[in-house]
């Protein structure tokens, strides 16, 4: 039996649903300083992923911490469309570790790297939505799912 994928499918026709559907230059695209700019040549949809949600696959990840790495990095990219979305969160190097990644506008989930053993391990094992404050108090800003921070 075929295992569940690790995203899902957004409605990307609901009213409201923003998807940053056109590059910055956008909207400066008629200007005449930029006539002659290599941007008007380029695909506008080039290499856009919209409408997928990896929520699932941050959280496999995170309940797989302390196991070894290959076993975790085969079985989720035989559950994945392509591999760019695990590496958002686990690091392979020292110096792209980061103790949360933030993920979209308000959600957050811990960083998590390879150690010297070849496990799957969080950046900061004692970062918890307790400890986090919000950038601002109108939204509801999540770590690893729970929410932090004051209600309006």
């Given amino acids: 039996m075929a295992k569940q994928p690790l995203f899902r499918k957004v409605n990307t026709r609901t009213r409201g649903v923003w998807h940053k559907l056109h590059p ?17 040549r380029a695909s506008m949809h080039s290499g856009k992923h919209l409408g997928l949600d990896y929520t699932p696959l941050f959280r496999f990840l995170l309940s797989r911490v302390g196991q070894p790495w290959d ?50 391990q969080k950046v900061d094992p004692d970062l918890h939505a307790a400890t986090m404050s919000p950038d601002c108090r ?13 209600p309006c």
């Fill in 138 to 150: 109108c939204c509801t800003h999540t770590l690893n799912g729970i929410p932090f921070g004051q």
């Fill in 71 to 120: 076993a975790v990095f085969s079985e989720t990219k035989s559950r994945l469309d392509r591999e760019d979305p695990i590496f958002w969160l686990v690091a392979l190097h020292e110096h792209q570790q980061k103790d949360y990644v933030r993920i979209g506008g308000y959600s957050f989930f811990s960083g998590l790297y390879v150690d010297a053993q070849g496990r799957l």
């Fill in 24 to 40: 910055p230059y956008a909207r400066q695209r008629h200007s005449k300083s930029l006539a002659a700019s290599e941007h008007l």
